[in-house]
């Protein structure tokens, strides 16, 4: 950790992190990496901590007192403003973030993602913080090139689907596809902590990742979350692997994704924290463009790699197709397609990604197996008694 330098070559001093939604996914890779690597000391905010509870207890672990967590609720609690005028920078990762809410909880997901934001980028901008905001990849929504007739040359032209942070165009569906709620809120808090910079000096980074994936992502519906529940597709995908059931594809899954390993993109976010002349003012995709495949490329990879890391061998009809409307409910849309350009987040921090599809899926559904396996079984044997 001595003589850690900046990529202009300066020393970087510790700091104090306030982190809202460090008990998340993102939350807790980052969480892990500050204890691991640095010296900066994090107030972990969240209502819940089970994903960084290895990092609080016991006592005698080695980054004791550089961790500190804050059971509150962002919507209604006054410490938060204390909290963030203690810490230097505050990184906002709170959100209801999975697309089974959007169209179902409308109201809770433009609250969160808008109203419940607010006060972190008033408070940041009102005590001259900084402030490091996680928006979406989402606030792209459709493509361009999803609008020009299926047999359009120009479909395959990059300047027709590559996202560009500064030339793209938000593209949402009707009012009534609810789906959009969840963009449509990041996009109005993303230019709320725009004008912020602009109008008050507020130091601000916006992050818009793109599909980031690996362990302690979401969680296994009926083992450590709701029976009912439905988490974004590397959890759903899990599961059904999991459970020796047919992967479910939505509208025959051919939407496509770039999928970047969490490790990696984690590695983007400290860039972030410790180079902040070089990342104040700037809205970065952190993806990887290499990583594209159709949900359905995506179902057939993770079944030949669970198939590898359990032993298990694949049913024989591994995919089973379904209506959005069936799965998701009314109101579901879709992104099409979702390639991140990358010259800024290369020009500014000089960040590639560098996990491919395989090995990510690799390294995750091992943990996934090691994890979950056996609670499924017990649960699944329990179920067949009963
Ligand atoms: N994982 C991805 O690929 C991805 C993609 C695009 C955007 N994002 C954004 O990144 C951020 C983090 O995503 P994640 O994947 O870690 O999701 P996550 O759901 O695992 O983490 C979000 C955390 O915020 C907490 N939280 C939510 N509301 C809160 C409140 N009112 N008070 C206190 N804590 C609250 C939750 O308890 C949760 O632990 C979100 O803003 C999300 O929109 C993530
Ligand atoms: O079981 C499933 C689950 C999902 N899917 C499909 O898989 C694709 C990816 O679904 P995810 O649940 O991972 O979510 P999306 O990629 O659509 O959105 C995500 O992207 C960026 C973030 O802001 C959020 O984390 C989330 O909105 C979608 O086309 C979805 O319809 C399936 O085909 N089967």
Request: proline share 6%.
């Amino acid at each position: 950790m001595a003589g850690r330098v900046d990529l202009d070559g300066n020393p970087i001093k510790p700091m104090t992190i306030c982190m809202i939604g460090a008990g998340g996914f993102i939350g807790s890779h980052l969480c892990e990496k500050l204890m691991s690597e640095t010296p900066h000391t994090v107030l972990a905010v969240d209502v819940y901590s089970d994903k960084i509870k290895h990092l609080l207890e016991p006592t005698s672990l080695p980054w004791n007192g550089r961790i500190q967590f804050h059971r509150i609720n962002i919507k209604n609690d006054s410490r938060l403003e204390g909290l963030i005028k203690m810490a230097d920078l505050t990184v906002n990762l709170a959100a209801i973030c999975t697309p089974a809410d959007y169209n179902t909880r409308p109201l809770d997901t433009i609250y969160s993602n808008f109203i419940d934001a607010l006060p972190v980028v008033k408070y940041c901008s009102e005590n001259g913080k900084r402030l490091i905001h996680f928006s979406t990849c989402e606030v792209y929504g459709k493509t361009i090139g999803a609008f020009l007739p299926e047999d359009s040359p120009l479909r395959q032209d990059p300047a027709y689907f590559v996202l560009s942070e500064e030339a793209s165009p938000c593209i949402f569906g009707p009012i009534e596809k609810q789906r959009w709620s969840y963009a449509c809120a990041k996009q109005l808090i993303e230019r709320l902590i725009y004008a912020e910079g602009a109008e008050n000096g507020l130091e601000f980074t916006i992050v818009r990742p793109f599909n980031w994936i690996g362990p302690r992502m979401d969680f296994i519906p009926g083992i450590d979350g709701p029976s009912e529940g439905v988490p974004r597709v590397l959890a759903c995908f899990s599961n059904n692997l999991l459970r020796h059931e047919p992967l479910k594809l939505v509208d025959g899954g051919h939407s496509q994704r770039t999928f970047i390993y969490i490790k990696d993109a984690i590695e983007a976010v400290f860039l972030m924290i410790e180079n902040p002349a070089r990342a104040n003012g700037h809205i970065f995709n952190v993806g990887n463009p290499n990583n594209e495949v159709t949900v359905k490329q995506l179902a057939e990879m993770m079944t030949q790699v669970y198939s590898k890391v359990s032993g298990e061998t694949p049913l024989e009809t591994p995919t089973v197709d379904v209506s959005s409307k069936e799965f998701y409910g009314e109101g579901y849309d879709d992104s099409d397609k979702r390639i991140p350009d990358m010259t800024i987040i290369n020009r500014q921090l000089g960040w590639n990604p560098k996990t491919s599809l395989w090995d990510l899926l690799e390294s995750t559904l091992t943990y996934q197996h090691r994890t979950y396996a056996e609670a499924v079984k017990q649960a699944m044997s329990k179920t067949t008694a009963n």
